[in-house]
């Protein structure tokens, strides 16, 4: 059994009215009137027959005096010198006088004294309130349109940065790196884009987004843009990959911690001491974690500008938790009768020894049979582990390292994991293949081919076919 080379798998109406009365409307001065027509009262025949002319035209006086009039009258009477009374009423109002108010007082009081009249003098009655309060609603709304009208630029100056907000024109010129975060709206990250002096104004870019209807697509992360740019450009640069300041790195399956600390400083340009000085209670490792090793999850991981070596580092411990919690790790390591952290360990070497996918459920079964047999579990890539090198070549010699990982001389799983296995080891770990394999060899590591057994001959033979694969038969 033994080791293979890592690969890096991946990823309203206004009422006219008039303040003034014209000529004929004019109230008669009592002081023009012949003596015998002052209070004068009609004989009973005339009253019977009322002109209805006379009802069209009354004047405030007479409208008074035929108002009392239809106290006698009846309800023919009482109808028209009402009517007349309701001319007289709208020609007043106008003016505003004292006279037109107690004509129309003295007409409702008579009127209601005459059984069948009685409605009529009511409705006459209250016409003048109605006219006062036409006139008052006339007042407000002309008062509205002189208010629209006196704010007039000021208005248009407060409306404007929504109704044509200020924006650049062309595609801007230099550069600018701007921080969008985490849940920023897109007012935010206009406002943002306007302090940086990318956009012209933050509502020209809300606009934009919302009439592209890409609010949705903004991510946060930090971005290369030019000073000066229209808003339709800076946001066609925020959607696009390329602008985004941020250095990926991808970590295959199988890496031992050492070995991806050093793929991470690397390729983020973070110090090596830093990441390999980070406290370990700061990053979010489970419970039943021993360190780091098994929990460095293999993705790729998106760092930015900022990041410090524990976000790193608890990134990558959030994935394994993530993982975890997806196969159920802890309830399925329970019903294999293994420790959580057990599990981790057999899947670290699952993924240390394996060749290909399809492998990895039947390596986890000849740990299993080992393991229920009493057998050492044999595994080279514990003994490289011991070592910390990395080879396809085991010697004796090798086989006889005085290490607890050194599962040619101590049964059982050793102490921990070997390895930072992916999700499909963890699965195999979990839910080993069926068969009675004892052995398994990997007699060409070129082309990832590994061969299972139960004899023990046929283990020698394929050690022997490894051995001439290698060249060292």
Not at 158 to 172: I, N
Not at 262 to 280: H, N, S, W
Not at 377 to 393: C, F, G, M, P, W
């Amino acid at each position: 059994m033994n080791g293979r080379p890592e690969g890096e798998d991946d990823l309203g109406d206004v009422i006219p009215f008039s303040s003034g009365d014209s000529e004929q409307d004019r109230p008669e001065d009592p002081a023009e009137r012949e003596p015998d027509q002052e209070r004068r009262r009609p004989e009973p025949d005339a009253a019977a027959e009322p002109d209805p002319a006379g009802a069209g035209t009354a004047e405030v006086g007479t409208a008074e005096a035929d108002a009392r009039g239809a106290g006698t009258a009846g309800a023919g009477t009482a109808e028209a010198d009402t009517t007349g009374a309701s001319t007289a009423g709208v020609g007043t109002a106008g003016a505003g006088t004292a006279e037109a108010s107690t004509a129309w007082a003295d007409a409702a009081e008579v009127g209601a004294g005459v059984g069948g009249a009685a409605g009529e003098a009511e409705v006459a009655g209250s016409a003048a309130p109605r006219q006062r309060a036409m006139r008052k609603a006339g007042m407000v709304s002309a008062g509205l349109i002189v208010a629209l009208v006196a704010m007039g630029a000021g208005g248009i100056a407060v409306l404007k940065p929504y109704l044509s907000p200020d924006d650049f024109d062309g595609p801007g010129s230099g550069v600018v790196t701007v921080r969008i975060a985490p849940g920023s709206s897109a007012q935010a990250i206009g406002s943002a884009l306007a302090e940086a002096g990318v956009v012209a104004s933050a509502q020209s870019f809300v606009r934009v987004t919302e009439e592209r209807a890409v609010t949705n697509r903004l991510r946060p992360g930090h971005y290369r843009l030019r000073k000066g740019m229209a808003a339709k450009a800076a946001l066609d640069l925020l959607l696009a990959p390329s602008s985004r300041v941020v250095r990926r790195v991808t970590v295959p399956e199988g890496l031992r911690t050492s070995e991806v600390l050093a793929r991470v400083a690397k390729l983020a340009g973070l110090p090596l001491k830093e990441l390999q000085g980070v406290d370990k209670a700061l990053v979010g490792l489970p419970s039943y974690a021993e360190g780091l090793e098994g929990f460095l999850f293999p993705a790729t991981y998106e760092i930015e500008p900022g990041d410090t070596a524990v976000d790193v580092l608890a990134a990558m411990v959030e994935r394994f938790q993530l993982a975890a919690r997806q196969i159920g790790l802890e309830r399925e390591a329970a019903r294999k009768h293994l420790t959580p952290l057990e599990a981790v360990t057999v899947a670290s070497m699952i993924q240390a020894e394996g060749g290909v996918d399809a492998d990895y459920p039947k390596i986890s079964r000849v740990i299993y049979n080992r393991l229920q047999k009493g057998t050492p579990l044999e595994i080279d890539s514990t003994v490289l582990y011991a070592q910390n090198r990395r080879s396809l070549k085991i010697t004796e010699r090798d086989t006889k390292v005085d290490s607890p990982y050194n599962t040619y001389q101590h049964k059982g799983l050793p102490p921990g994991p070997i390895a930072n296995p992916g999700e499909k080891a963890l699965l195999a770990a979990l839910n080993p293949a069926q068969g009675d394999w004892h052995w398994f060899v990997t007699t060409d590591p070129a082309h990832r081919i590994t061969k299972f057994t139960n004899k023990e001959s046929e283990f020698v033979r394929y050690r022997e076919e490894l051995n001439k694969n290698l060249g060292t038969s």
